[in-house]
Nanobody, 129 residues
Framework: QVQLVESGGGLVQPGGSLRLSCAAS????????MAWYRQAPGKQRELVAT???????NYADSVKGRFTISRDNPKNTVYLQMNSLKPEDTAVYYC???????????????????????WGQGTQVTVSS
């Protein structure tokens, strides 16, 4: 089964930096777009940044110039480098990926599954003095 595992969250002072990582594991054939979302208490989940398979990126206006999304395709990993953090950045951060998994029969690939959207478990980022 394909899973996304996130790490790197924690407590940081305003103006500080954090680097989030999200690694996809399992029998993966291909990964298309990857993204980071966040959800603050009492707020709706919002899109933070996306990175296409070819490397093109997009950012929410609130993080543009401060955050950088990147990916390491051989490692099936997406990163979010967060600099100049503000208290308003406090939220649970979730990674997301569109993944085509291998179809297995007795542990051996026999084809591919349809594209499917996967989510990480979330990692807490708290920006406070």
């Amino acid at each position: 089964q394909v899973q996304l595992v996130e790490s790197g969250g924690g407590l940081v002072q305003p103006g500080g930096s954090l680097r989030l990582s999200c690694a996809a594991s399992g029998s993966i054939f291909s990964i298309n777009a990857m993204a980071w979302y966040r959800q603050a208490p009492g707020k709706q989940r919002e899109l933070v940044a996306t990175v296409a398979s070819g490397g093109d990126t997009n950012y929410a206006d609130s993080v543009k110039g401060r955050f950088t999304i990147s990916r390491d395709n051989p490692k099936n990993t997406v990163y979010l480098q967060m600099n100049s953090l503000k208290p308003e950045d406090t939220a649970v951060y979730y990674c997301n990926a569109d993944i085509r998994a291998n179809r297995l029969h007795f542990g051996r690939p026999i084809g591919t599954m349809p594209w499917q959207d996967y989510w990480g478990q979330g990692t807490q980022v708290t920006v406070s003095s």
